[in-house]
Nanobody
Framework: EVQLVESGGGLVQPGGSLTLSCLAS????????ISWVRQKPGKGLEWVSG???????HYSDSMKGRFTASRNNAINTVTLRMDSLEPDDTGVYYC???????WGRGIQVTVSS
């Protein structure tokens, strides 16, 4: 069974940092692009980043260079480091793989004082 499990969300103050992790199983992870997608309150889905199997990363222009994705194929894990967080970054973050066929449950990120 394909599984994607996010962790690392929570509450952070404006200007702070969080690192999200996505642990994958059930498919050939090392050759599969893994993407992060978020949904702000009351808004639709927004693509955040995609990381290819060789480590090549593409980001949405709206991330302003504050987010960094990486992967460790030895442990089937992708991470998303988020720096200089603002309240506008608040939302539910999902990891997705296999050309968008599978999604994690999503984790809440709240940026607030």
């Amino acid at each position: 069974e394909v599984q994607l499990v996010e962790s690392g969300g929570g509450l952070v103050q404006p200007g702070g940092s969080l690192t999200l992790s996505c642990l994958a199983s059930g498919f050939t992870f090392s050759t599969t692009t893994i993407s992060w997608v978020r949904q702000k309150p009351g808004k639709g889905l927004e693509w955040v980043s995609g990381i290819w199997g060789d480590g090549t990363v593409h980001y949405s222009d709206s991330m302003k260079g504050r987010f960094t994705a990486s992967r460790n194929n030895a442990i089937n894990t992708v991470t998303l480091r988020m720096d200089s967080l603002e309240p506008d970054d608040t939302g539910v973050y999902y990891c997705t793989g296999v050309a968008g066929s599978y999604w994690g449950r999503g984790i809440q990120v709240t940026v607030s004082s």
